[in-house]
């Protein structure tokens, strides 16, 4: 049975949608910050943040909320644009991005922003952080479920499998990592700068659930997450397979972008085509 209905992907589709604009107008406004990876994961946090997390938005420290952690936080835009159409903060807001004095900085930052559970930048941290936490939230008694989003290529960084394998060894289930399979890297394709193929063996190794997903399919996305929930006796990663710079079509898989902003007249042509895609979203749930 589907975790899902018909309607709600619409609404996150929908909400994905209202995020990769909002992503490309907080770029083109700061004039710096990363665009591949943000656009691309515009789905899953719109599915984290309008279905699958148990979060206030106008309570960000209640005690029984979900934790989600970004390891990779150079695509923190999409999580910010994410929070801001969730109801964190205005969404004018997110328009001070990389500003200075800003609470949002170009890194998320704990104690600036309620809601934002770990301040990252280096990456590969981020796994043994939330490992961390589902271990104490365990120790409590708590049923709160950690969320651990990753990069693909910080998976060259060894404290991200020091964190699978403490996870692993103490059979976090009450723990979910997506890793966000996009293929690049700053300077590459990450199977050219450092093959990590076979990623699902390597995890299985550790002692982990795997599945693998099409990460811009909400119900597939969703269910997968549904179904971490109900593995008992081992952690879980999702795999997801996106597409860089999803739906601007011109910089797709590029990783030229991965770290790039659109100048003005870019933006201005990639809110277009946004907009356009959003109309065929709304045409196809007609």
């Known amino acids: 049975m589907a975790s899902i209905t018909e309607k709600q992907v619409q609404m996150i589709e929908e909400k994905a949608a209202d995020i990769r ?22 789905d899953i946090f719109a599915a984290f943040y309008f279905h699958i997390l148990k979060h206030d938005p106008k309570n ?10 970004l390891s990779n936080g150079h695509i923190t ?4 644009a994410a929070m801001a159409h969730a109801g964190y903060f205005p969404l004018e807001e997110a328009m001070t991005l990389r500003k200075f004095g800003s609470r949002l900085q170009g890194h998320p930052e704990r104690e600036k922003l309620p809601g934002v559970e770990t301040t990252s930048g280096p990456l590969g941290s ?68 450092m093959p990590l193929e076979p990623l699902r063996e390597k995890y299985e190794a550790f002692s982990w659930h795997v599945l693998e997903v099409d990460g811009h399919n909400i119900e597939a996305f969703c269910d997968a997450v549904e179904e971490a929930k109900a593995i008992f006796e081992k952690p879980t990663v999702v795999i997801a397979h996106t597409i860089p710079g999803k739906g601007i079509k011109e910089i797709e898989f590029d990783y030229l972008w991965h770290g790039k902003p659109p100048k003005k007249d870019e933006a201005e042509r990639f809110l277009k085509e946004l907009r356009t895609l959003r109309g065929k979203i709304k045409s196809e749930h007609e």
């Not at 835009?77 to 910010?80: A, L, Q």
């Not at 059979?171 to 300077?187: C, G």
């Open 126 to 193: 981020g796994l043994s952080q939330a490992a961390g936490m589902a271990y104490a939230l365990r120790m409590d008694g708590k049923t709160n479920h950690v969320y651990a989003l990753l990069s693909d290529g910080e998976q060259d960084a060894g404290n991200t499998w020091e964190g699978a394998m403490f996870a692993g060894k103490n059979r976090l289930h009450n723990l979910t990592a997506v890793i966000d399979r996009n293929n690049i890297q700053i300077n590459g394709m990450t199977e050219d700068i």
């Open 21 to 42: 604009e909002t992503i490309i107008e907080m770029l083109v406004a700061a004039g710096s910050g990363h665009t591949a990876g943000p656009l691309g994961m515009a």
């Open 60 to 69: 960000p420290t209640w005690d029984e909320r979900d934790r989600l952690i």
């Open 77 to 80: 835009p999409v999580r910010y």
